[in-house]
């Protein structure tokens, strides 16, 4: 993406901060153990110095995209792998990369407890704090954050995921496990029917800010897989769910960053991973295949400038 010259100008005209979609990722990262291959991180570093840009990092624990020399490690072979991981890449970003995906969705996508993966069913829940101490010494000013998806509606399954993620949150903080914060990934859908609601979010949120937490808005995009075909009435509603979406956690005093994932149509993930049924491209983000604005540009602009004094 930063070698394409348009979107490279979207890029540095529209946002003061960059993450990695999956360069960062353990099988990016690490591909044979203890072989690190971070030229991709050397880049993203001097692109984001060289145009005073925060650079985020993504992710280090997490169950997908995960090389297969760690299949079937015994539990302590396992457990220094992850230390090895963390430690080298948070200590090679340290005092440049200003915020850490520590752990990637952690929590059960149901919300009963924790998530099964590798990493729980061969280390158990314990992976969790020992990565999150690892990353606090390896870069002592990072910010570290737990991230996460479904944690933005009104529904109960969405209760149960934070549910469990408080539950989480509260036995870290019980046993002085470093954690700065937490990242809503916030990969929202546009309602087929009716207007777009965030009544429960704000209280969440306040629930982590009671906790001493930070927030940030990790991933955020809007799929328009529900919506019928016509260009002009997705693009509405599509806009009408990110204003509703910021209009919600704008007002929280915890909240620090907000991320999109991808600035144009043309490289959303959702294609891929969630078709439309009726298999045209979707159109999730601020700018079209043509990186032209959208109505979702606009009002995340307006939505912005309610805040903060335009650029
Ligand atoms: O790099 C290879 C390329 O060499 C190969 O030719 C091509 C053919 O399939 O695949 C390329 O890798 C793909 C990679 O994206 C880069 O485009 C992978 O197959 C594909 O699985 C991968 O998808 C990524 C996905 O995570 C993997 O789960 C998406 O780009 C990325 O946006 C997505 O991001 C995740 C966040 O990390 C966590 N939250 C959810 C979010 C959306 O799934």
Known sequence: GLDDPALKALLLGNVGSLTPENALKWDATEPAGG????????????????HRLALRGHTLVWHQQLPAW????????????LERHVRTLVGYGRGRIQSWDVINEPIDPEG??????????????????DALRWARQADPAARLLIN???????????????????QLVDD????????DGIGLQAHLLAPAEGSPTFRTLPVFLAELRRRGLQVE??????????????????????ADTYDAFLKAVLQEPALRRITSWGLSDRDSWLNTTFPRPDGLPQRPLPYDEALRPKPARSSIAERLQSITPPR
């Open 112 to 129: 009963q407890g924790l998530r099964r993966s590798l990493w729980l069913d061969t280390l158990g829940p314990a992976y969790i704090a």
């Open 70 to 81: 760690l299949d079937g490690l015994p539990a302590p072979q396992l457990r220094a792998a």
């Open 217 to 238: 808005i990790t991933e955020l995009d809007v799929s328009d897989r529900l919506l019928p075909a016509d260009t002009a009435q997705r693009d509405r509603r599509v």
């Open 172 to 179: 870290l903080k019980r046993r002085g496990v470093p954690l």
């Open 148 to 166: 996460d998806y479904g944690l933005e509606g009104d529904d109960p399954q969405t209760a149960r995921k934070r549910v469990a993620m408080l």
């Open 35 to 50: 072989r690190f291959s971070l030229e991709a991180m050397d880049r993203l570093l001097a692109f984001s110095a060289r």
